[in-house]
């Protein structure tokens, strides 16, 4: 099966960059997906195709995906992102439907 | 936009079965592929079904294989998930997802419905 590998935590001070990974094999022959989670609540995507935005999300959130990783970036992050984050990707080989582990961002 | 609210959730005798329902608001919802995803107390998305617009493909994850069916009503806009043989390990919050129309992602979210297996 398939695996995507994010960093437990990641933490930042405000109006400073945040940067999540998201590794997985050869990641980058796939579109990554990236929603955020906010406690007692569902997830919201934040990201779509590695770095398409739906409508309503800042252009802060952006992302990159090369190699065997993929990238969740916050620009001038806010108290208001601190969320839980979670890559995921469609894997074809098995039509399933896959999450990373989250990542817990923290503003300082 | 397409709101979901799911039902069902409870707390189960472990062994038992229960089936969970996800309403749309919409009658577009019979042209949306649908999935259902879990979390587990303190614990990370897990991606548990998925079944398309006209319920003829439906794919299980591995873990709960076998002891899941999922099914959808397009005349009542409702999306089921019937679990079988329920373990603690099956106590989390249930969430249906719509799939986009254009990419392998899920674009509206539920609620979530809060299962709970204990005896």
Known sequence: ????????????????????ACGGSNIE?????WYQQKPGQAPLLVLYADSDRPSGIPE???GS???NTATLTITAVEAGDEADFYCQVWHSGS??????GGTKLTVL | QVQLVESGGGVVQPGRSLRLSCAASTFYFKY?????VRQAPGKGLEWVAFISFDGTKKYYSDSMKGRLTVSRDNFGTTLYLEIANLT????????CAR?????????VWGTGTTVIVSS
């Open chain 1, 95 to 100: 039509d399933h439907w896959v999450f990373g």
């Open chain 1, 65 to 67: 995906n090369s190699g």
């Open chain 1, 29 to 33: 022959n796939t579109g990554v997906h």
């Open chain 2, 32 to 36: 949306d592929a649908m999935h259902w």
């Open chain 2, 99 to 107: 799939q986009s129309s254009t990419n392998y992602y899920m674009d």
């Open chain 2, 88 to 95: 603690s390990e099956d106590t989390a919050v249930y969430y």
């Open chain 1, 1 to 20: 099966s398939y695996v995507l590998t994010q960093p437990p935590s990641v933490s930042v001070a405000p109006g400073q960059t945040a940067r999540i």
């Open chain 1, 60 to 62: 802060r959130f952006s």
